[in-house]
Nanobody
């Protein structure tokens, strides 16, 4: 019904940058909230940032000033620009969307995850 395809993860040195993308497709009428979560080994999944359809943005304190979330509603795509990456940013990053389907039901979906490794 709904697919989320993430891209952009990889290996980067401390201080480097990466840009993640997530494209949603399927029987979508409206995407209400798009966000990025991450999960490091042995830790719980945590919110990194999210953005509403109206453009309201929420960041985790640990990434404020370094990460920027944005979305392209025409393309059903959310981006996460990550700068000044630190080793503690290393994790699997997951895209999450809260959306309204053509059936008018509301659903919440996760991407498959993309690995971000920060190491010299």
């Amino acid at each position: 019904q709904v697919q989320l395809v993430e891209s952009g993860g990889g290996l980067v040195q401390p201080g480097g940058s990466l840009r993640l993308s997530c494209v949603a497709s399927g029987s979508i009428v409206r995407i209400n909230v798009m966000g990025w979560y991450r999960q490091a080994p042995g830790r719980q999944r945590e919110l990194v940032a999210d953005i509403t359809s109206g453009g309201s943005i929420n960041y985790a304190d640990s990434v404020k000033g370094r990460f920027t979330i944005s979305r392209d509603n025409a393309k059903n795509t959310v981006y996460l620009q990550m700068m000044s990456l630190k080793p503690e940013d290393a994790a699997i990053y997951y895209c999450n969307v809260d959306l309204t389907l053509r059936s008018l039901l509301r659903g919440n979906y996760w991407g498959q995850g993309t690995q971000v490794t920060v190491s010299s």
